[in-house]
């Protein structure tokens, strides 16, 4: 029997979307789409390029009343060629560095980094 990805989508809760969104933008060097909450149109959301059909997870920046952000204890490692690419990035664009690149073995390197929005997100890479 074929395994599946435990994980099929994610959400990064935040106070400021557009900060957020600028954020995310300039360190991943990608563009956030709108997309709807049709369960409740008061809800924002930006979503991250991706296809569920493909291997890892889609996900989207979320505003929603009642969820507060960088309260949570989930990191959410984005793949990058690089990490030490985007890590370069986090600061000018209004995060922090936690841990610099570091080694993980035989599974690569990975940077953990504090968004604008006091999230601890990952960056992950084989180089």
């Avoid at 395994?3 to 933008?25: C, G, H, L, P, T």
């Avoid at 493909?54 to 929603?64: D, N, T, W």
């Avoid at 490692?77 to 936690?98: I, K, L, N, P, W």
Wanted: hydrophobic fraction near 40%.
């Amino acid at each position: 029997m074929a395994q599946k990805n435990s994980v099929v989508w994610f959400e990064i809760y935040v106070e400021d979307m557009e900060r957020a969104v600028n954020f995310y933008e300039k360190v991943l060097d990608v563009k956030l789409e709108n997309i709807n909450n049709p369960s409740d149109p008061s809800v924002l959301m930006k979503a991250f390029p991706g296809h569920m059909e493909e291997y890892g997870a889609a996900g989207a920046l979320v505003k929603m009343e009642g969820v507060e952000a960088g309260k949570n204890s989930t990191i959410i490692y984005f793949g990058c060629e690089d990490c030490t690419v985007e890590e370069s990035r986090v600061v000018a664009s209004g995060g922090q560095v936690h841990q610099s690149k570091m080694a993980i073995g035989e599974h690569g390197f990975i940077s953990l980094v504090v968004d604008t929005e006091g999230n601890t997100i990952g960056l992950h890479s084989m180089k």
